[in-house]
């Protein structure tokens, strides 16, 4: 195990979407109209590094986010929890990483994009809660390796798509939640 690159941090922000969890999976994003956005700070431990010899590395993340509701509703802000495998794909002396994080989220309030994704057209609401299941999923390329600069090397540039939901109301009855697409930038050390 490289001892000397156990821990990340990362950055990242972006805007809510109106989409579904897998319409944004297949590039069909929709930009929520009430133009609601998020910052993001995660840090994060590797327990594991290349799996059984696979290339893959298992990290607990912990995070907090600010949701910025746009004069909608109060601004809300968010700490997560949750394990995360990253995939690691070596090409021509460059890396991609593509994960999966899964774990839990509590807001100290419900964003405004899932009190409209809860809002039927009869103006019935259904169940919301400040506490939810979480999904990470990103994609990233190390910029030290793609540009040839030692001092970038593990300095990831990439896309995460950070979901809160219910799971079909396993959560709270929750059957909705939000999307947001971030940029993000993350830092092994």
Same mark, same amino acid.
């Given at each position: 195990? #490289?001892?000397?690159?156990?821990?990340? @941090?990362?950055?990242?922000?972006?805007?809510?979407?109106?989409?579904?969890?897998?319409? @944004?999976?297949?590039? *069909? +994003? #929709?930009?929520?109209?009430? $133009? =609601?956005?998020?910052?993001?700070?995660?840090?994060? +431990?590797?327990?594991?590094? #290349?799996?059984?010899?696979?290339?893959?590395? +298992?990290?607990?993340?912990?995070?907090?986010?600010?949701?910025?509701?746009?004069?909608?509703?109060?601004?809300?802000?968010?700490? =997560?929890?949750?394990?995360?495998?990253? +995939?690691? @794909? *070596?090409?021509?002396?460059?890396?991609?990483?593509?994960?999966?994080?899964?774990?839990?989220?509590?807001?100290?309030?419900?964003?405004?994009?899932?009190?409209?994704?809860? =809002? #039927?057209? *009869?103006?019935?609401?259904?169940? =919301?809660?400040?506490?939810?299941?979480?999904?990470?999923?990103?994609? $990233?390329?190390?910029?030290?390796?793609?540009?040839?600069?030692?001092?970038?090397?593990?300095?990831?540039?990439?896309?995460?798509?950070?979901?809160?939901?219910? @799971?079909?109301?396993?959560?709270?009855?929750?059957?909705?939640?939000?999307?947001?697409?971030?940029?993000?930038?993350?830092?092994?050390?």
């Amino acid at each position: 195990m #490289n001892e000397e690159k156990v821990y990340s @941090i990362r950055l990242g922000g972006g805007f809510a979407d109106s989409n579904d969890l897998g319409e @944004i999976l297949l590039g *069909d +994003w #929709n930009r929520y109209p009430k $133009d =609601t956005s998020v910052v993001n700070l995660d840090s994060g +431990w590797r327990f594991v590094e #290349n799996m059984s010899d696979l290339p893959l590395d +298992w990290y607990l993340k912990g995070g907090i986010s600010y949701f910025d509701e746009n004069g909608y509703a109060d601004d809300v802000f968010e700490v =997560t929890l949750y394990v995360k495998v990253y +995939w690691k @794909i *070596d090409f021509l002396q460059n890396r991609v990483r593509l994960g999966f994080g899964e774990g839990l989220s509590l807001a100290n309030e419900v964003p405004i994009v899932e009190v409209d994704d809860a =809002t #039927n057209s *009869d103006g019935s609401v259904d169940p =919301t809660s400040k506490f939810l299941n979480y999904l990470d999923i990103s994609a $990233d390329l190390d910029l030290g390796r793609l540009l040839h600069v030692e001092s970038l090397r593990d300095l990831y540039l990439g896309y995460t798509l950070k979901h809160r939901s219910g @799971i079909f109301g396993v959560f709270n009855r929750v059957h909705g939640g939000s999307n947001y697409n971030m940029l993000t930038l993350e830092k092994n050390f």
